[in-house]
């Protein structure tokens, strides 16, 4: 029932957490970059996670070289040839994830598993093309990957319980704990964090405190690691946009209703820390708020 190997399709922030806890735990890895660019950009990012575990003591050196050697990359999907079980973790949009899921399923074993990282897109329309939808189900993974101990599995009336088995199996394997949740756009985590988000920018733009006093009061006043503001940036804008955008279609819900700052700065590109600026500048000694805000 165990997983030897895994296929992670999508060399983001979110696939290469995937990849490096997988590989952290001994399964061998095969990771699979779908867009354009180097993957050797995405075994750097990885090395650089594992160095910093090196450097807090949390592994060697030794270690972490034998961890980067069980993790192959590379640009074609006759990777996932072989694969336990393979989890695609490319772009949030649905047409894009339908033909390429297809693709997937074309060329992994037959008796694989195959999860998606989606949670806001609705599984039941992902499966629509596939031939094996009996072994198709979400495996919804939590930022940053090799930190958060959380993966949201959902299954859609089709997957066999061998299925659900497999998936669980794995997220044991590497550290992960999962939790059953039936196929609706947003699961648990995301149908109840986005509309705090959304709100968190929402209150920043009526000018009822500073984007600082926000986060601060989440912190301390609800215990939360982090607050509204920096927790959307670390995310992405982009991604917390095409949560909201999803689930207001798909539920219909006001909640979801984006606010003018969010649609402003992804429009310009400035998606949070990934790109250095987003609610706040990264690009400075210390965090600041992006001045292109328009507060009240």
Do not use: W
């Amino acid at each position: 029932m165990g997983v030897a190997t895994v296929a992670v399709v999508g060399c983001g922030m979110m696939g290469r957490g995937i990849m490096e806890v997988a590989a952290v735990a001994g399964l061998k890895v095969r990771g699979i970059k779908v867009t354009p660019g180097d993957v050797n950009d995405a075994r750097n990012k990885i090395q650089q996670s594992l160095e910093r575990r090196v450097k807090r003591g949390k592994m060697t050196a030794e270690q972490c070289a034998e961890v980067m050697g069980r993790i192959e990359l590379s640009s074609g999907l006759a990777a996932v040839q072989g694969a336990d079980i393979v989890v695609e973790s490319a772009v949030e949009d649905e047409p894009t994830k339908i033909k390429l899921l297809k693709d997937i399923e074309a060329k992994m074993h037959p008796e694989a598993v195959l999860g998606t990282n989606t949670s806001s897109l609705r599984l039941e329309a992902l499966a629509a093309g596939l031939s094996r939808p009996e072994r198709f189900l979400g495996l919804h993974f939590f930022s940053p990957v090799p930190a958060m101990d959380l993966v949201e599995l959902g299954a859609i009336a089709k997957t066999a319980d061998f299925a659900a088995l497999k998936a669980d199996e794995f997220c044991k394997q590497i550290g992960k704990t999962a939790v059953r949740v039936q196929a609706s756009p947003g699961y648990i985590v995301n149908r109840l964090l986005v509309p705090y988000l959304l709100h968190g920018i929402e209150t920043l733009e009526s000018g009822i405190a500073s984007a600082e006093a926000i986060d601060t009061a989440m912190k301390l006043g609800c215990g939360h690691p982090m607050g509204p503001l920096a927790l959307s940036d670390l995310i992405g804008l982009d991604i917390v946009r095409a949560m909201a955008e999803t689930m207001h279609r798909e539920l219909g819900d006001q909640r979801y209703t984006m606010p003018k700052t969010l649609i402003q700065l992804t429009e310009q590109g400035q998606l949070g820390r990934k790109s250095g600026i987003g609610i706040f500048d990264y690009r400075g000694e210390a965090p600041k708020l992006n001045p292109a805000i328009k507060i009240g």
